[in-house]
């Protein structure tokens, strides 16, 4: 079992070293002087996303903590990213991988799943993913992965080239090279927590700023302060927002939060494929809403800084959602008046 987790570790180790770091690129927005505005591009992650990084983390955490063996079955409550990138990890260490996900899961996202060797396993609404998932595990004697639970604590954040370190060290050679402000949406909270946490334990002065969509609890939560509020219907931007507050969510290491309108998130897509080419999923939307917010406030204020924030996922696995002109009118709305703010700044 020893020489196992060993093994498996060091092929983990491996594809991490086979992996360059992912690009980040500045915005041309003259208008905004003074400031410049950064985007960190986790779409190149052999998985397509910011969760690369997280599946990474989680299997290392569970392998060295003696949860996963060489027949254990790797079970977690996702029908997005992270469900792609465990079922990747998993298939290189020669697990099964079941993601639980509702029936209404696009199979777009149960392609990509099962693309990566994957099987998807059925409940009839997404409330029920996570019992139905510890149950899967009991069953199969296999570990839930509980991204939501574990994606705080799996992450080195003081370094280990966790995303924080990574945004710092790329920054090193620019105008402003300690960055005003990073802003982050929150999916799980794993990520801004890490961010949180390394800009406090390597002394910057960087505020972190989360942005949360409609229908998440986050925002309302980091408000009030409380813990147990419960939403009444799920988040539309795919893979940030939580209709209950997630154990990973660490509000005392954010500085402040943001709520970001849907139709403004998915927008910013549209805006900033006419800027740089790119399609992006609809969290990047709300997290280059929101720097663009700290900007124009920073601008106001006569501030001159850097902000950076990420671009989470390629839009290549939303083209019949966030790029689909009558989807977006039917789910989102209009979205016209946040495109005329946003050709504004340009």
């Given at each position: 079992?020893?020489?196992?987790?060993?093994?498996?570790?060091?092929?983990?180790?491996?594809?991490?070293?086979?992996?360059?770091?992912?690009?980040?690129?500045?915005?041309?927005?003259?208008?905004?002087?003074?400031?410049?505005?950064?985007?960190k591009?986790?779409?190149?992650?052999?998985?397509?996303?910011?969760?690369?990084?997280?599946?990474?983390?989680?299997?290392l955490?569970?392998?060295?903590?003696?949860?996963?063996?060489?027949?254990?079955?790797?079970?977690?409550?996702?029908?997005?990213?992270t469900?792609?990138?465990?079922?990747?990890?998993?298939?290189?260490?020669?697990?099964?991988?079941?993601?639980?996900?509702?029936?209404?899961?696009?199979?777009?996202k149960?392609?990509?799943?099962?693309?990566?060797?994957?099987?998807?396993?059925?409940?009839?609404?997404?409330?029920?993913?996570?019992?139905?998932?510890?149950?899967?595990?009991?069953?199969?004697?296999?570990?839930?992965?509980?991204?939501?639970?574990?994606?705080?604590?799996?992450?080195?954040?003081?370094?280990?080239?966790?995303?924080?370190?990574s945004?710092?060290?790329?920054?090193?050679?620019?105008?402003?090279?300690?960055?005003?402000?990073?802003?982050?949406?929150a999916?799980?909270?794993?990520?801004?927590?890490?961010?949180?946490?390394?800009?406090?334990?390597?002394?910057?002065?960087?505020?972190?700023?989360?942005v949360?969509?409609?229908?998440?609890?986050?925002?309302?939560?980091?408000?009030?302060?409380?813990?147990?509020?419960?939403?009444?219907?799920?988040?539309?931007?795919?893979?940030?927002g939580?209709?209950?507050?997630?154990?990973?969510?660490q509000?005392?290491?954010?500085?402040?939060?943001?709520?970001?309108?849907d139709?403004?998130?998915?927008?910013?897509?549209?805006?900033?494929?006419?800027?740089?080419?790119?399609?992006?999923?609809?969290?990047?939307?709300?997290?280059?809403?929101?720097?663009?917010?700290?900007?124009?406030?920073?601008?106001?204020?006569?501030?001159?800084?850097?902000?950076?924030?990420?671009?989470?996922?390629?839009?290549?696995?939303?083209?019949?959602?966030?790029?689909?002109?009558?989807?977006?009118?039917?789910?989102?709305?209009?979205?016209?008046?946040?495109?005329?703010?946003?050709?504004?700044?340009?």
């Amino acid at each position: 079992m020893r020489s196992w987790v060993s093994d498996a570790v060091a092929k983990i180790e491996a594809e991490y070293h086979r992996s360059a770091d992912t690009h980040l690129f500045k915005l041309d927005l003259p208008k905004l002087e003074g400031v410049d505005i950064y985007l960190k591009d986790e779409s190149t992650h052999p998985t397509g996303s910011l969760k690369h990084r997280l599946a990474r983390s989680l299997f290392l955490y569970a392998l060295c903590n003696g949860k996963i063996g060489p027949e254990t079955v790797i079970v977690e409550a996702s029908s997005g990213s992270t469900a792609v990138s465990e079922a990747y990890f998993a298939r290189m260490l020669g697990l099964r991988f079941i993601a639980v996900m509702p029936k209404s899961t696009a199979q777009s996202k149960i392609a990509n799943i099962t693309l990566n060797g994957g099987e998807c396993h059925f409940v009839d609404s997404a409330p029920e993913m996570h019992d139905a998932a510890v149950a899967l595990a009991r069953e199969t004697g296999g570990y839930f992965m509980d991204q939501f639970l574990h994606a705080e604590r799996a992450t080195d954040w003081r370094g280990n080239n966790n995303i924080a370190e990574s945004i710092f060290r790329q920054m090193e050679r620019e105008a402003r090279p300690v960055p005003h402000t990073i802003v982050m949406s929150a999916g799980t909270g794993g990520t801004s927590a890490t961010l949180g946490r390394y800009v406090r334990f390597r002394g910057f002065d960087t505020r972190l700023v989360v942005v949360d969509p409609e229908n998440s609890v986050f925002y309302d939560s980091y408000r009030t302060g409380d813990t147990e509020l419960v939403a009444q219907c799920s988040s539309r931007i795919e893979g940030i927002g939580r209709p209950r507050v997630e154990k990973s969510f660490q509000p005392d290491v954010i500085d402040d939060m943001m709520q970001v309108p849907d139709a403004a998130s998915v927008a910013a897509i549209h805006w900033l494929e006419r800027l740089i080419g790119r399609k992006a999923g609809a969290s990047t939307g709300t997290n280059l809403w929101g720097a663009l917010e700290v900007a124009r406030d920073m601008v106001a204020r006569g501030e001159r800084g850097s902000v950076v924030t990420l671009m989470c996922d390629g839009g290549e696995r939303y083209l019949d959602t966030y790029y689909d002109a009558d989807w977006v009118a039917r789910c989102i709305g209009d979205v016209r008046p946040y495109l005329e703010t946003l050709e504004g700044w340009l």
